[in-house]
Every structure is written in C-alpha cells, then in structure tokens.
C-alpha cells in the first residue's frame, strides 16, 4: 500500500508538472505578452498540439495495450519500434511542410520560423511524452518526477529571460523559441535513448499492432483537440486575438482540473488494466469509486474558489472571462465520467469506435461554436463545447453499455450519478451566489477537510 501511495503521489505530481506549467506561469506571461500576445501564443500552442498529434501517430498510446499483448522480455523492442514508425511518419510529414512552407504560413497566419520552431517543438513533445507514458506504465514515479521537473523548469526560465529582450509587440515569439528549443534538446535524445535501448527500427508484427491502435488513436486525440480548441481558432477568425486571450485566460485556470484529472487518470489507468486482466472486478470497482470520490470534491473545490482566484491570476481586463469558468469545469467532469467507457473500449481494442465517438462530438461542436459564437460571444463557444462533451458522454455510455454487454461493462449509471448530482448541485451555488465569496469558499473548506479524512480513513488516494 505505502508503494501504491508512493507510485500515485510522483505520478500525479509529476504530471501536473508536465502538464500544468502553462497554468502555473499563466498569471506571469498574460501580463508580460498582454492579451493579443497572449492570445497569439495560445493559437501558436493550438498548433503545436495538433502536430504533435497527428504527425507522430501518437505511438505512445499503445504501450499500455503492449504491455497486455506481449511478454515482458519484448518491452524494449516494442518499444523501439513503436518510436522507429513515429520517428518515420514525422520525418516524411514535415518533409511535406518544408517543401509547402510559404503556402502552408499563409494558410496558419503564422511566420515560416514560427511553422519550423512548430516543428521541433511537436517532435520534441512526443519524445517527452513517450517516456513519461513508458514511465507511468511501468511504475517508474522517481524517473518521472525528474523528467517533469527539467522539462518545466528550464523552458520556463530561458523563456522568462528572452520574452523580457523582446518589443511588447513580438514578446510571444522568446515563449515560442524557449519551448521549441528545450523540448528539442531534450526530445532527440529520449529518442535516440529508445531506439539504442530496443535495437528495433522496424518487426512487422510489432507495426501492425502499433498502427491498428495508433491511427485510431490519432483521429481521436485530434478530434478530441477539435473539440477542446476549436473554440478559440473560431473567436480568432470570428472576433479576435483579444478575445482569444480573454478567453484562454480562463480556460487555462480551469485546464488546471483537466491536468489533476490527467494525472489521476494516468495513476487509476495502471491498476485498471492489470487487475480487470486478472477478473478482480470488486478491486477496480473499489478504485474506480476512490476517482470519482476524489475526482468530485476536487471539481466542487475547485469551481467554488475559482472566481476569486481568478481575480488574482489574471490582470483586471480578463474578468468579463469569470463567469466562463463553471461552464469549463462542467465540460471538464463531463470529459472525467467519459473516461471510464473509453478505457473499457481502449482494453477490449475498439480505438476506432472511440475516434468515431469523438468525431462525431467534434462536428458537433463545431458546429455550435458557429451558432452560439454569433448569437452571444465568447460565451457561446463554452456553452458548445459543454453541450459537445455530454454528447460524447453519452455516446461512449450507450455503446459500452447496450452493444458490448451489459454483464461484462463494470460501470454503470449508478455508480456515478450520486457524485455527479452533488457535482450540479455546488455548480448551481457557484451560479446563484457570484458575490457570495466567504459562503462559496467556506463549502470548499468542508468538502475538502471530507475528503482529507476519506483518505485518511481508507489509507489510499484511489
């Protein structure tokens, strides 16, 4: 057990390092790049993430799927592989940029040094984001802790240094330069690291599983990108980089629960997989409600303290964002309850329901975003995506639950709908008590002296 705890705790921690460093320096850059800028390097990092994406085939999300197909002592040559195909799909897709550079820049409304920084920027990001998954599935927590740290640190640092050089006007671009430059550096060598390691460039065997998981996954992580950033590549085009900045302000405080989520997630993940392999369904149930326990005071913590912080976080011009915040949550916990149907399609391989689950929500959300976005501003992309997010909830429930079995899926409506429904209800409070700040923040203090005993009293996080 005190393994367990140890294993969770510098998972979680080192993810929220990981992921959450754009949170943390969120308060620092929005006044430093001011709201255009700001909503510039947001754009930039919209980018970024799509190419990390899609260029890459995101191999790493397979590993988990490897570690069930084949036996220990082919982990290493796996994943090898899966880098060699990730390291030749990105090569022959930024080929392609290179030679279509102009075109390309004018399509993205980005310089060409900002498309080729875009470029190394994505290849290093997956390299990092490879050996923190490898690292998480194999119970290597020190290992990750390490890696977060220096992958948060120096960027953050050398780009402190750079944005203060630069002219108000161009401040985005030492951002840009320090995360493409660090996440280089230190990509390239986790690269080379993986292939020396496994000795396996190309095993047909090894490929062929990696793709049939991988291209589906890439269709619905982009997809899943769509659904989560479309929003602001429409207020760029449909209003403008104020707006943008406004609007990222807020949804990047709020992207804070999406990171604790990540990284609970990629802690519960491990013991799910393993113990529903073994049959111990009363063990995952038991894990699975610990999350959601947890998971939930988190979320009713975090939207009833969130305006005042955010008054703090960011400078005063990004207020008119405040009431955005519950909306973004909301979609947030949705996002949370998904993931117990989308792990249970990932184990019985079926990535290509889960992409067309995601495309479907995706389209769907565009297509709000354009109705909401010209009826009542930046409040209507928040609204679409709430609404995109329940599609998606129910879509994966109604498949898990009525075509792959109602014996075999473990986790019905019952199991969450009470946490949910405490969920609603602190999210009405926030709506109904905006200036009610002492009122909101005592609640949090309740719910969270609660959970602080729950844990204490059954010894484990999740």
């Known amino acids: 057990m005190k393994k367990r705890n140890r294993v969770a705790f510098f998972n979680i921690f080192s993810t929220v390092l990981l992921n959450g460093i754009s949170i943390l320096t969120g308060p620092l850059f929005s006044r430093l790049l001011g709201d255009s800028g700001y909503g510039a390097l947001k754009i930039y990092n919209i980018w970024v993430s799509i190419l990390t994406v899609v260029f890459t085939l995101q191999t790493q999300a397979t590993l988990v799927n490897a570690r069930v197909e084949f036996p220990e002592e082919e982990q290493k040559r796996y994943q090898s592989a899966a880098m060699g195909l990730s390291v030749l799909t990105f090569s022959v897709c930024a080929g392609f940029v290179l030679i279509f550079l102009s075109p390309i820049s004018r399509i993205l409304a980005l310089d060409k040094a900002l498309v080729c920084l875009m470029l190394i920027q994505a290849f290093g990001t997956f390299c990092v984001n490879f050996l923190h998954i490898k690292n998480v599935y194999e119970y290597r927590a020190g290992w990750n802790m390490l890696l977060s740290l220096t992958v948060s640190l120096i960027p953050l640092v050398l780009a402190v240094v750079l944005v203060l050089r630069l002219p108000m006007s161009i401040r985005y671009y030492g951002r840009v330069v320090a995360n493409a430059a660090s996440y280089g550096l230190l990509g390239i060598p986790i690269c080379i690291w993986i292939l020396l390691r496994g000795k396996t460039f190309y095993r047909k065997d090894y490929w062929k599983f990696c793709v049939y998981l991988a291209i589906p996954a890439v269709f619905h992580n982009l997809t899943d990108l769509i659904l989560g950033q479309s929003d602001q590549l429409m207020l760029q085009h449909m209003l403008d980089l104020a707006t943008v900045g406004h609007y990222s302000s807020a949804l990047t405080l709020s992207n804070f629960l999406f990171v604790l989520f990540t990284a609970l997630n990629n802690t519960w993940c491990p013991f799910f997989f393993d113990e529903f392999k073994r049959g111990q369904r009363e063990a995952v149930l ?102 995109s997010h329940g599609v998606q909830l129910a879509l994966h429930y109604c498949y898990c639950r009525r075509l792959l079995g109602k014996k075999d899926y473990p986790f019905p409506v019952k199991l969450w709908i009470a946490y949910a429904a405490v969920f609603c209800a602190v999210t009405a409070l926030v709506f109904l008590t905006p200036n009610l700040w002492l009122l909101r923040w005592a609640v949090g203090g309740l719910f969270g002296i609660f959970e602080l005993l729950r844990i204490r009293k059954r010894r484990v996080l999740i």
């Open 286 to 387: 038991g894990k699975t409600r610990n999350f959601l326990e947890v998971f939930t005071v988190l979320s009713c913590g975090f939207i009833l303290l969130a305006p005042e912080v955010y008054h703090v976080y960011v400078p005063q011009p990004y207020w008119r964002a405040t009431k955005l915040i519950p909306l973004f949550v909301a979609g947030y916990y949705l996002n949370f309850l998904c993931t117990f149907p989308v792990n249970f399609e990932y184990y019985h391989k079926k990535p290509k329901v889960t992409a067309g689950v995601t495309i479907a929500s995706s389209l769907v959300n565009v297509v709000l975003n354009y109705l909401f976005i010209l009826k009542i501003g930046m409040a209507g992309a928040a609204v679409a995506t709430l609404i």
